[in-house]
């Protein structure tokens, strides 16, 4: 089955550091990947939505200067934490979508990151 | 109040029951998606729906377009399945984008 890569699986970083994450699909050409937000004990919230070969949307109240997304290729989308705070600390997951339609989508494994 | 509510919270059973997971939303949507978190935190697209029932192994999904309600069953559950299974929706319209519920936490007891 289609298999979405996400590294690193946590990260540990100091306050005002950057972080990058990578989301990858590894056996199909994803047009379309979200990056999610999960705060403990919380349910999950879309942050933006990343196309190939164009801007990122973000959801309300997501500042697009602290999340930076690029999504250049058709497997490879990256959120980078800007300036990290440890209210940043969360659990960060995307997931794909396959150009087919009517598709499920594939999620990767998730990265936690804790800002000191 | 949320566009997608789940019941219950919390599931506590034993090894073998028969166990419902129900999901009511309101608004349109284009597609229901029951998803299966493990606490490493890995998720895992179970189902997508947008009518009728859906089987995969021991799991079944049934939706009701006309009364915005879903629900997933699971068979002979089995301590292998204790997880947080979440209903979410692409909203009509929405291009893929999904909407969540809150999570059922699901534990079998051996």
């Known amino acids: 089955g289609a298999v979405v890569s996400q590294h690193p699986s946590w990260v540990i970083c100091k306050s005002g550091t950057s972080v990058k994450i990578e989301c990858r699909s590894l056996?199909?050409?994803?047009?379309?990947m979200f990056w999610y937000r999960q705060f403990p004990k919380q349910s999950l919230m879309l942050m933006a939505t990343?196309?190939?070969?164009?801007?990122?949307?973000?959801e309300q109240g997501v500042e697009k200067d602290k999340f930076l997304i690029n999504h250049a290729s058709l497997t490879l989308s990256t959120l980078t934490v800007t300036s990290a705070h440890p209210e940043d600390s969360s659990f960060y997951i995307c997931?794909?979508?396959?150009?087919?339609?009517?598709?499920?989508?594939?999620f990767g494994s998730g990265t936690q990151l804790s800002v000191l | 109040k949320n566009e997608v509510e789940q019941s219950p919270q919390n599931l506590t059973a034993q090894e073998g029951e028969f166990i419902t997971i129900n999901c009511s939303y309101s608004?349109?949507?284009?597609?229901l998606h029951w998803l299966q978190q493990h606490p490493g935190g890995g998720i895992v697209s179970l189902f997508m729906?947008?009518?009728g029932k859906k089987k995969h192994g021991r799991l079944i999904a049934t939706i009701n377009i006309q009364e915005k309600h879903s629900s997933l069953h699971i068979t002979a559950s089995h301590p292998r399945d204790s997880a947080v299974y979440i209903c979410?929706?692409?909203?009509?319209?929405?291009?893929?984008?999904?909407?969540f519920g809150k999570g059922t936490l699901l534990t079998v007891n051996p």
């Open positions: 997931s794909a979508r396959r150009t087919v339609t009517n598709e499920k989508l594939f």
């Open positions: 056996d199909f050409q994803a047009t379309t």
């Open positions: 990343s196309n190939e070969g164009s801007k990122a949307t973000y």
């Open positions: 608004v349109g949507i284009s597609a």
């Open positions: 729906l947008s009518s």
């Open positions: 979410a929706v692409s909203i009509r319209g929405s291009n893929y984008k999904l909407t």
